[in-house]
């Protein structure tokens, strides 16, 4: 009913194949596949992850990748590329939405069915100025994706959480208030949400209301708890960094109501992937604290899933 998979970045230094392969062999049904330019300079935090060339997308690469696909019995749940379009710097907000467009385009050759990303934000300015420039920029992506009939999957999370992303944050989709804007301006039902439950525990809203709301936007899960720590958020207040106060866990390890969750899930009849996706920092020494990430994460799940496919 519900197709668990993982988010490739976490398995950075490995080959499609490979990753396909380990999911085949622990038992998730499908991965979310980074697809970031192979010559970008990005250095965050698992960003710059690159599994699919899609630049390079020619017949023999796609009937390989078909081949590692069909032999795992894994799919790929997206294509995933987390840039910021909306960048003030006109030339990078440019090449971010130019790649973006060919991640589409990629996903469509593979017949793919989802692309997820962020809107992106410049953080020097507000929520109004954003929005006047997301209706510019984003209608024209939008259209690519209608015309390769592959849906759009926009991540909630605020993308605050080191210094140069101070005072907004540079991902625009922060909040229901945001979303039905975003709605309004764009209201393609390809245009929908890749929803993360843990950025709303660290923004103090509740996480499952929104499944409820933005059923018909739910095109990606993403499974990642969220631990805030009050007595750090009492002495820092909510101005602070986000991550003087709290911290990206496992799911099951942080504040998410997962049981509520998953009853919220399935009470709108959601039937498509969730994806675990590792950024618990507690587990980033060495491969095997990655991989014992990744099999936690499916062993606290699986008790919400019932007879799927793990």
């Known amino acids: 009913m519900l197709q668990l998979g993982f988010n490739s970045a976490i398995l950075a230094d490995f080959g499609l194949e490979h990753i396909l392969q ?16 192979v010559d970008n300079a990005d250095q965050r935090r698992y960003a710059g992850v690159s599994h699919i060339d899609v630049t390079d997308l020619s017949k023999k690469k796609m009937a390989e990748i078909r081949f590692t696909l069909e032999e795992t019995k894994v799919f790929i749940s997206a294509l995933g590329y987390y840039p910021n379009p909306l960048d003030p710097d006109p030339l990078k907000s440019e090449f971010y939405v130019e790649h973006l467009k060919t991640v589409i385009r990629a996903a469509a050759k593979l017949n793919i069915p989802t692309v997820t990303t962020f809107i992106g934000r410049d953080p020097s300015r507000g929520i109004q100025e954003n929005l006047r420039v997301f209706a510019d920029v984003w209608p024209g992506v939008v259209k690519v994706a209608e015309e390769c009939n592959v849906k ?18 540079k991902n625009l989709a922060i909040s229901p208030a945001v979303w039905d804007r975003m709605f309004e301006i764009i209201p393609s039902p390809i245009f929908g949400l890749n929803y993360d439950p843990s950025h709303m525990i660290w923004q103090m809203m509740d996480e499952v209301k929104p499944i409820y709301a933005y059923k018909e936007r739910l095109h ?80 606290y799940v699986r008790q919400f899933l019932g007879d799927s496919d793990c």
Do not use: Q
């Not at 909510?238 to 390890?253: D, F, R, T, V, W």
């Open 22 to 37: 380990f999911a085949n062999n622990h038992g998730f049904s499908c991965v979310e596949v980074m697809c970031w330019p």
């Open 152 to 169: 759009l999957a926009i991540e909630n999370c605020p993308m605050f959480f080191t210094d140069d992303e101070w005072p907004g944050g």
């Open 220 to 299: 990606h899960i993403h499974l990642k708890d969220a631990k805030v720590y009050k007595e750090k958020l009492d002495r820092v207040g909510i101005m602070a960094n986000p991550l003087e106060y709290h911290s990206p866990k496992l799911p099951g390890l942080g504040d998410v109501n997962w049981r509520s969750f998953f009853a919220a899930l399935t009470d709108v009849r959601y039937r498509g992937p969730v994806v675990i996706e590792v950024e618990d920092k507690a587990y980033e020494s060495n491969l095997e604290d990655v991989r014992t990430a990744i099999l936690t994460s499916r062993n």
